[in-house]
């Protein structure tokens, strides 16, 4: 049907040539009755996968915003108190630090792997794949309770029991575990909201809503997993990697 | 069945073997930036681990966020955020670290004070 085609995917700027007789109206409403994940405001599924994927890049930018906030504010301090934030770094445990990366890392490669076996219309497939991704978000939240804990036993809780036994100025060491618990702990809450709407996302996939047809929420609810992922990735150096001296 | 919508268009994407390929190389990615950790370099630690962090993440970006495939827009969307993150950092912290210099400095102090200071 190569006027269908035609009414389905105008050419990039070319909106005004697509003809709006009454024909290509009834058309249309064809489209739109033959695909039902298709909103009425787009005129193909490919317009509202663009339109959905600039959308979530739009959120993301905020998201960087708000994230880079706190790794600006982070650089000032350390900047001004470098030898206090060195030390106390040191401090963090670096081995859960490092395994949460990897886990973060492998649960990004699943939800790649998830998009890859949408695309080709393996639904099921992908629900696995994302069920081993929140598998391995919950695995990362496990890891960071039990580091929390151990930094509260350390006396690391940034409260009124906070001490800290060095030679760093003792509201220098405070002030890095402030910027630790509240980048850490924003990070964290994103995790859970990444859990829950891959959970959501891996039902439907199992209940075979997507395919290589239609897969925007899974590849929207990735780029989502994919940037907390990187979040990690610059607290590791930030946070964990100090002085090759003093690791934990 | 899906073959013949006409809503249906086939896209380029990252195959399988590449999504492979780039997480082998994000893990050892990672286990280097521990162990350089480990490796003194004179107060610059930090430079080759943000160095790998950026690549990391760009490959992340590329290759599991398939903007390499993506459209121009989704390019600048992306960009933006990052060129207004790069816009944050340099200009806060060119203001901090240039709070201590005064240029006229230099000038003053090889000269008697213009109001003498009280005794």
């Given at each position: 049907m190569p006027e269908a085609e035609h009414r389905a995917q105008p050419e990039r700027?070319?909106?005004?040539?697509v003809p709006r007789d009454a024909a290509s109206e009834a058309l249309g409403r064809r489209v739109h009755r033959e695909t039902?994940?298709?909103?009425?405001?787009?005129?193909?599924l490919e317009q509202q996968r663009e339109a959905a994927n600039l959308g979530m890049w739009a959120f993301l930018g905020t998201e960087i915003l708000m994230f880079g906030g706190l790794f600006t504010c982070f650089a000032v301090y350390r900047a001004l108190y470098p030898d206090a934030f060195k030390e106390v770094s040191a401090h963090l445990y670096l081995w859960i630090g490092v395994a949460n990366t990897a886990v973060l890392l492998t649960s990004s490669f699943f939800v790649a792997l998830a998009v890859h076996a949408v695309k080709e219309s393996r639904s099921g497939g992908a629900a696995g794949h994302l069920l081993a991704a929140i598998g391995l978000g919950v695995t990362f939240l496990i890891l960071k309770v039990i580091e929390y804990y151990l930094d509260i036993k350390d006396g690391l809780l940034p409260w009124h029991n906070f001490h800290f036994e060095g030679e760093a100025n003792p509201q220098h060491a405070r002030l890095f575990m402030v910027f630790y618990w509240f980048m850490t702990g924003l990070h964290a809450v994103h995790m859970v909201i990444g859990i829950a709407v891959l959970s959501v996302i891996a039902f439907f996939a199992w209940r075979q809503r997507y395919s290589a047809h239609y897969y925007t929420p899974v590849e929207i609810s990735g780029l989502y997993w994919h940037f907390v992922d990187i979040v990690w990735i610059f607290l590791l150096p930030t946070l964990y990697l100090a002085q090759p001296s003093g690791h934990h | 069945m899906t073959d013949a919508h006409p809503t249906m268009h086939v896209h380029p994407h990252v195959t399988r073997a590449t999504v492979i390929v780039v997480f082998i190389a994000l893990m050892l990615l990672m286990i280097l930036t521990v162990l350089l950790?480990?490796?003194?370099m004179g107060g610059y630690e930090k430079l080759p681990a943000y160095l790998i962090a950026t690549l990391k993440a760009g490959l992340v970006i590329l290759f599991f966020m398939e903007v390499r495939h993506a459209s121009r827009l989704t390019w600048v969307f992306a960009g933006a955020a990052f060129l207004w993150l790069g816009i944050m950092l340099v200009l806060s912290m060119s203001d901090y670290a240039t709070r201590g210099y005064n240029p006229s400095e230099e000038v003053i102090s090889h000269r008697e004070p213009l109001i003498p200071p009280p005794d």
């Open positions: 700027g070319s909106w005004d040539s039902p994940m298709l909103a009425e405001q787009f005129d193909s | 950790s480990f490796i003194p």
